[in-house]
């Protein structure tokens, strides 16, 4: 694994002066080691996204204005909730013989894999995975082979294995898949009762017809005692 050379300056206030180094450009944050004191820290903004924006883990050569230099990893970095930009960062500290917990990235290699060649959908569900070991152990990152990876088909935790660290995930838990498309099946048009589709009856349109009626007949009665009358 390679080295990230960063160099930062010593500072000594806390609190309210952390808004002061953001103003200047540069991200506050505290390097700690066991048996070591806290140390205070602030580096420019661009020489701290190498390490946050990239898909390889970093030993970080931390070169100090004293000129002193430590040997960490960045352990966690904090952002602004509405900016997204980094406000803070942690660094640990690196001792030779002793193991260290990182999470390392986990990158997908060989291509499209036959299942995804088959018409499936890759699900890549573990990004970054945990590990223990030794500082000269720490892998830049971790890669898993999807080449003859089939229709639902996984890869598991269990199926990884990392020269001389120990994976700390449940070995079940699938780190990529294949599975098949998601069909939308298309809902079929409602069907309409023929009774539905006849003609609504108006409401009393039958009745006036029976009004005309009787009015007709009306009409004719004195006509026929007229004639009556003709004959006598």
Known sequence: M??????????SATGKHAKYVRKDGKVPGVFYAHGEGNVLIA????????????SETHIIDLKLGDGNSKKCILRDVQFDPVSDKPIHFDLQGLRENEKVTIEVPVVLTGGTPIGAREGGMVQHL???????????????????????????????????????????????????????????????????????????????????????EEEGEAETKPAAKEEKKEKK
């Open 2 to 11: 390679s080295e990230f050379v960063l160099n930062a300056e010593v500072r």
């Open 43 to 54: 580096v420019p903004k661009l020489s701290l996204d190498p390490l946050i924006y990239t």
């Open 126 to 212: 573990i990004h970054r995975l945990k590990i223990s070991c030794l500082p000269k152990d720490i892998p830049a990152k971790i890669e898993v082979d999807v080449a003859n990876l089939g229709m639902n088909k996984s890869v598991h935790v269990s199926d990884l294995a990392v020269a001389n660290a120990t994976i700390l995930e449940n070995p079940e838990s699938p780190v990529v898949s294949v599975i098949p498309p998601t069909v939308v099946k298309e809902t079929e048009p409602a069907v309409v009762a023929e009774e539905a589709l006849a003609e609504p009856e108006v409401v009393g349109k039958g009745k006036k017809a029976e009004e005309g």
